[in-house]
């Protein structure tokens, strides 16, 4: 007489039943419906893909204008180096936590990794190329070479934008964190300048020479700054 009771299963029915269990769970779900006798259909994932949306983005970059056609999911980041090919700026963390892609638009100084480039039409930009080139220097990039301020490099492109930011920022007033009086002007110090330098990560540790190299553009004047 046949006893259905599992407990009479063999060890063989027992694997058999397993691996079938498992091999159906680790299947995508379009294989589980050829598995359940419903076929995919061929090309149907991409018929189903809508296109990007594009949008035209006008943006003056170091002096120059630029008309593109972007996917309005376009980092600025990436219409800079990848469709203008200005690969000065790097992409670090493309988290804005490294502050690598630092540029300045409009005045201000942005993480353009965590910036669409259609948020920016219109604006003005200035990479790090747009500071200065080989044989005319800007100051601060020359203040950095002077001081070593650039170790590996691969951060100082951005550590020189937001430099020349900062000392923007502090001449116009605008406080900080650890501002203390905010009906005054900041005080030009080495606290408000590693408040403000705070978002640029430099491995190398090269953050004092950093210091010095702004401090001289500064004209010496940063107070707590080495002589």
Do not use: W
């Amino acid at each position: 007489m046949d006893n259905p009771s599992p407990i009479n299963q063999t060890r063989r029915d027992v694997l058999i039943t397993g691996a079938l269990a498992a091999g159906t769970a680790a299947l995508p779900v379009g294989a589980g419906a050829q598995v359940n006798n419903q076929p995919m259909v061929a090309g149907a994932d991409s018929a189903s893909t809508p296109a990007p949306v594009t949008s035209k983005v006008t943006l003056k970059v170091n002096g120059q204008a630029h008309e593109m056609n972007l996917d309005t999911r376009t980092t600025l980041l990436d219409a800079l180096r990848e469709h203008l090919q200005l690969t000065g700026t790097k992409k670090g963390c493309d988290q804005g936590q490294c502050g690598a892609c630092t540029v300045i638009v409009d005045g201000r100084r942005i993480n353009s990794c965590l910036s669409l480039a259609v948020m920016h039409d219109g604006a003005e930009v200035t990479t790090i190329e747009g500071l200065g080139q080989p044989g005319h220097l800007h100051p601060m990039q020359a203040a950095f070479v002077k001081h070593d301020g650039y170790q590996c490099g691969y951060c100082t492109p951005g550590q020189i934008c937001s430099s020349v930011a900062v000392l923007d920022e502090i001449a116009k007033g605008i406080p900080s964190y650890v501002t203390g009086d905010l009906t005054a002007k900041p005080l030009l110090s080495i606290d408000e300048l590693r408040e403000r330098m705070s978002g640029n990560i430099c491995r190398c540790g090269a953050y004092s020479n950093i210091m010095e190299a702004i401090n001289e553009v500064a004209g010496g004047h940063v107070k707590g700054a080495k002589a």
